[in-house]
């Protein structure tokens, strides 16, 4: 079942008004591909202890934490694609609707889809990185059954993305916070806003006057707040109905 006409419509005017419009993608977006979400009845957090992934613990404990950083995030994601809400958002991006998409998923879906101008705010898991010389590698030139270790330094490498515990990159966090304030238009789609300091981001871009559209299952901690367009249910079908009506009015 699509989105109520009515709001999908005022959608499309609210998009093509626009001059600026920034994405904004959790892990509801990637559902779709396979990917497990973190919270919620069967998200990864109910199997696994997020303790585990503390970046304390992974300096103590390198072995331990690669095992299941290997187990639950890199053999989970090696096989997953793109699904028709990832590509939608690259069309919607090439026909110029997009400027931008901030993602808080790890999983290079958005990347893999042919998107161009992609914040990444949590990192990605296509690279590694050591922590001593800063030098990145690519995380499939590496056995990861094993403990990946930096042929400079002879430390353990590191994923590239944020632990708890760990600041979120600088420069990702400083062209999110800009491009929130320029944008004309948020599309939310598939987070629930409780992780922060990502969940700010929607919040700043209201703030500064910017309008908001969410895609989403269920209602998320924007909806009540600061939504002016909620489409309920899959990203994949409403974002394809999206470019339907822009194709055809």
Same mark, same amino acid.
């Given at each position: ?7 999908? #419509? %005022? =959608?499309?005017?609210?998009? #093509?008004?626009?001059?600026?419009? $920034?994405?904004?993608?959790? =892990? ?8 497990? /979400? ?26 331990? /934490? ?34 931008? *998409? ?7 879906? @958005?990347?893999? !889809? ?7 705010? @949590? ?12 030098? #990145? ?9 094993? $403990? ?32 929130? %304030? ?6 939310? *789609?598939?987070? /629930?806003?409780? $992780? ?11 703030? !500064? ?7 989403? #299952? ?15 249910? /899959? ?15």
């Amino acid at each position: 079942m699509g989105a109520d006409l009515s709001q999908l #419509k %005022r =959608a499309v005017y609210l998009l #093509k008004q626009s001059k600026c419009t $920034v994405c904004f993608t959790g =892990a509801g977006i990637s559902v779709e591909s396979g990917v497990p /979400s973190f919270r919620g009845e069967d998200g990864l957090w109910e199997k696994y202890n997020p303790d585990l992934f503390e970046i304390d613990y992974f300096y103590k404990h390198p072995e331990k /934490s690669w095992a299941l950083i290997n187990k639950i995030f890199f053999e989970i994601l090696k096989d997953k694609k793109p699904n028709k809400a990832h590509y939608a958002l690259a069309k919607l991006e090439e026909l110029g609707y997009i400027k931008a *998409i901030i993602t808080q998923n790890i999983d290079n879906l @958005h990347y893999l !889809s042919g998107s161009k101008n992609i914040i990444e705010y @949590h990192g990605n898991s296509r690279t590694l990185v050591c922590k001593k010389c800063g030098k #990145k590698f690519n995380a499939s030139d590496f056995d990861l059954s094993s $403990v990946p270790m930096c042929p400079h330094c002879n430390i353990p490498l590191k994923p590239d993305f944020v632990f708890f515990g760990e600041m979120i990159p600088k420069e990702a966090q400083e062209k999110s916070e800009e491009l929130m %304030r320029q944008c004309e238009l948020v599309i939310i *789609i598939g987070t /629930s806003g409780l $992780v922060y300091p990502a969940a700010f981001l929607p919040m700043l871009a209201h703030k !500064s006057g910017a309008k908001i559209i969410e895609i989403n #299952k269920t209602f998320s901690e924007y909806t009540d707040k600061i939504v002016d367009v909620f489409l309920e249910g /899959s990203a994949s079908e409403i974002l394809e109905e999206i470019l339907v009506e822009l194709d055809t009015h």
